[in-house]
């Protein structure tokens, strides 16, 4: 048994649940083939406790070792920004900028950017979900945009894109023919949102993280990737606090 499973309890190594704060949050295991560590961290909404761990390792000790750093996950968990649903008179992130919702019930439902804010009109009550598919349908445009110009500067066809409400990735590829961006890196600075877009092109050539996957990227992105994957790593979880 290794050191930091001695002072858990049995029970806890068997719990698939911690309490944080009061709040039941499930603990989910993923095995990865390649990994050589346990890893572990909290879903940016903070809806479940995540560790990936290797083949090799019991599941068991991977909950006992979530129980065992408990007082990490609950700071962790405090940190996450309070819900906040888009109301009249509040603010909405929009490309890295914020903009304050003006509501008029006699304007048009649909929202349309006025300077420094987004306006429409329509009940109070279907506001959040009218806004949310303004902000899907700006951020398919974009993501498609981008898509298109990393395609080309990777001397690739255009493949389909879509969005994805994912709570673990901000992008994904599969088999190489699809692109999935998560909408809510729409909030994000443009920056951001293009770096996600450029790794998922770079997966079409290379489907794995090795130095040709990486010499690509950084030939078709134009900006600094480290400075994007920071971005995403110290501000990503405040980008769930607006919508469910």
């Not at 509040?90 to 490309?95: F, H, I, K, L, S």
């Not at 009940?123 to 990393?150: H, I, K, N």
Request: proline share 7%.
């Amino acid at each position: 048994m290794i050191d930091w499973l001695r002072g858990a309890s049995a029970r806890a190594a068997l719990d698939p649940e911690i309490d944080l704060g009061g709040k039941p949050v499930p603990i989910v295991l993923k095995r990865l083939h390649n990994a050589r560590r346990l890893t572990l961290r909290l879903a940016p909404d903070g809806s479940e406790v995540r560790i990936t761990l290797p083949a090799w390792a019991e599941g068991r000790e991977a909950i006992a070792f979530a129980h065992a750093r408990k007082g990490w996950l609950a700071e962790q968990m405090a940190k996450l920004p309070r819900r906040a649903a888009p109301e009249p008179g509040g603010e909405v992130r929009y490309r890295g900028r914020t903009l304050r919702l003006e509501w008029d019930p006699r304007a048009p439902r649909r929202p349309a950017l006025v300077e420094e804010g987004l306006r429409l009109g329509g009940p109070q009550s279907g506001l959040e979900g009218r806004v949310r598919r303004w902000l899907e349908a700006e951020a398919l445009a974009l993501a498609e945009a981008d898509m298109e110009d990393y395609c080309a500067a990777a001397g690739l066809a255009p493949v389909p894109i879509g969005l994805t409400r994912a709570q673990r990735r901000w992008g994904s590829c599969s088999d190489r023919s699809r692109i999935r961006i998560n909408w809510r890196l729409v909030q994000a600075p443009d920056f951001v949102r293009r770096s996600v877009v450029a790794h998922e092109v770079a997966h079409l050539v290379h489907f794995d993280h090795s130095p040709a996957f990486h010499a690509l990227l950084g030939r078709i992105f134009e900006g600094d990737i480290r400075a994007a994957d920071r971005w995403l790593k110290e501000h990503g979880r405040g980008l769930y606090a607006s919508f469910g």
